[in-house]
């Protein structure tokens, strides 16, 4: 296969990148660092495109901090749109095509019906308006790009709501967890492999895609799956959206429709809750095997 770069190699899905590549023994990707691959370093990136000459680079560096992102727009901003800006006159410069990462949170998520990749943006919070304004910017710059949208990642990999949910529920005998914001949480391993599937496809149906895992949820209903599969006993209370105030304004409703993507690349996609069991069977063996 020819060379493929990822940059936020150090973050959640970086790191599963890495390990969905050596499970599908895929050896022509490099992983950079930070530091090597900055993407607001327009020197780095060049020398880097120079010395690998890609076919592919793969975005997964982002601003993903979403509530201290009302206020800190003009980081989010820069990492969000002027880095994948940099990215994608980058690739179009060496013909490379750029496969980037996304977020259910550009939907302002008031309409309870599967969001289709034409169905209008309206983010309501600084992430979820810098990551549109990247999308926008690929667009403009690059015929050459996939952008796949996702939501509610997580793994055993960097911090999200699994691993949250696993230590609050170590220290404490409740939890109260929003039960009326509804979505699909992807486990980002399935998305990685995704990814590397569409490489691997060597189609050209560039675009914007919806990817999730299948099915339908709540957080509370999400955190109550975990507890289930981990087996720890913590009394869960479903609670409103007000009752958990957040600086930043997330989507009511973000599930999206991923006909576009099975049928383009002819893929299957894993339910929320069988990925959920492989999730926590590998923080499972981590946790055993760590001395
Ligand atoms: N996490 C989620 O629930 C969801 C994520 N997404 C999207 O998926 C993608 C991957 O998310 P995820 O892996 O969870 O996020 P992480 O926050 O785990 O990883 C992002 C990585 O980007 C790095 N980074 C930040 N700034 C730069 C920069 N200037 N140059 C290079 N790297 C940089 C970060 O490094 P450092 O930590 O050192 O700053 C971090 O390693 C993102 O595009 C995100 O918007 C979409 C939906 C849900
Ligand atoms: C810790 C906790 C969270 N919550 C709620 C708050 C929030 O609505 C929801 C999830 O909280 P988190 O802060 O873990 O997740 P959050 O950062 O909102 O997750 C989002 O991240 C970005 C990057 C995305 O792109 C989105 O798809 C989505 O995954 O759970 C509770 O109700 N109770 C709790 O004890």
Same mark, same amino acid.
């Given at each position: 296969?020819?060379?493929?770069?990822?940059?936020?190699?150090?973050?959640?899905?970086?790191?599963? $990148?890495?390990? +969905?590549?050596?499970?599908?023994?895929?050896?022509?990707?490099? #992983?950079?660092?930070?530091?090597?691959?900055?993407?607001?370093?327009?020197?780095?990136?060049?020398?880097?495109?120079?010395?690998?000459?890609?076919?592919?680079?793969?975005?997964?560096?982002?601003?993903?901090?979403?509530?201290?992102?009302?206020?800190?727009?003009?980081?989010?901003?820069?990492?969000?749109?002027?880095?994948?800006?940099?990215?994608?006159?980058?690739?179009?410069?060496?013909?490379?095509?750029?496969?980037?990462?996304?977020?259910? #949170?550009?939907?302002?998520?008031?309409?309870?019906?599967? =969001? /289709?990749?034409?169905?209008?943006?309206?983010?309501?919070?600084?992430?979820?308006?810098?990551?549109?304004? /990247?999308?926008?910017?690929?667009?403009?710059?690059?015929?050459?790009?996939?952008?796949?949208?996702?939501?509610? =990642?997580?793994?055993?990999? /960097?911090?999200?709501?699994?691993?949250?949910?696993?230590? $609050?529920?170590?220290?404490?005998?409740?939890?109260?967890?929003?039960?009326?914001?509804?979505?699909?949480?992807?486990?980002?391993?399935? =998305?990685?492999? +995704?990814? =590397?599937?569409?490489?691997?496809?060597?189609?050209?149906?560039?675009?914007?895609?919806?990817?999730?895992?299948?099915?339908?949820?709540?957080?509370?209903?999400?955190?109550?799956?975990? #507890?289930?599969?981990? /087996?720890?006993?913590?009394?869960?209370?479903?609670?409103?959206?007000?009752?958990?105030?957040?600086?930043?304004?997330?989507?009511?409703?973000?599930?999206?429709?991923?006909?576009?993507?099975?049928?383009?690349?002819?893929?299957?996609?894993?339910?929320?809750?069988?990925?959920?069991?492989?999730?926590?069977?590998?923080?499972?063996?981590?946790?055993?095997?760590?001395?």
């Amino acid at each position: 296969m020819e060379n493929i770069i990822v940059f936020g190699a150090s973050g959640q899905l970086g790191q599963c $990148l890495e390990k +969905a590549a050596w499970q599908k023994k895929i050896t022509s990707v490099v #992983f950079p660092s930070k530091k090597e691959a900055n993407i607001l370093d327009n020197e780095a990136l060049a020398r880097l495109f120079q010395q690998y000459k890609p076919a592919f680079a793969i975005n997964c560096a982002a601003y993903t901090a979403v509530d201290k992102a009302e206020d800190d727009a003009e980081l989010a901003r820069k990492i969000n749109k002027t880095g994948v800006q940099n990215l994608a006159l980058q690739c179009k410069a060496h013909g490379a095509t750029l496969v980037h990462v996304s977020t259910d #949170f550009v939907f302002e998520g008031n309409n309870p019906l599967p =969001l /289709g990749e034409d169905a209008a943006t309206n983010p309501t919070s600084i992430y979820g308006l810098t990551k549109l304004e /990247g999308e926008q910017d690929i667009i403009a710059i690059l015929p050459k790009h996939y952008i796949l949208r996702t939501s509610w =990642l997580y793994s055993e990999y /960097g911090n999200n709501f699994v691993k949250t949910m696993l230590k $609050l529920g170590s220290e404490r005998d409740e939890l109260k967890i929003i039960a009326d914001q509804v979505g699909t949480p992807t486990y980002a391993i399935d =998305l990685a492999n +995704a990814i =590397l599937d569409i490489i691997s496809s060597g189609k050209e149906n560039y675009g914007v895609y919806h990817y999730s895992n299948e099915g339908v949820t709540s957080w509370y209903d999400f955190a109550k799956g975990i #507890f289930d599969v981990a /087996g720890t006993n913590v009394k869960l209370y479903p609670i409103r959206t007000a009752e958990y105030p957040t600086k930043a304004t997330r989507p009511a409703f973000s599930v999206m429709d991923k006909a576009k993507f099975k049928k383009t690349f002819g893929l299957e996609v894993p339910y929320w809750r069988d990925s959920l069991i492989t999730c926590i069977k590998a923080l499972e063996i981590n946790t055993i095997n760590k001395p």
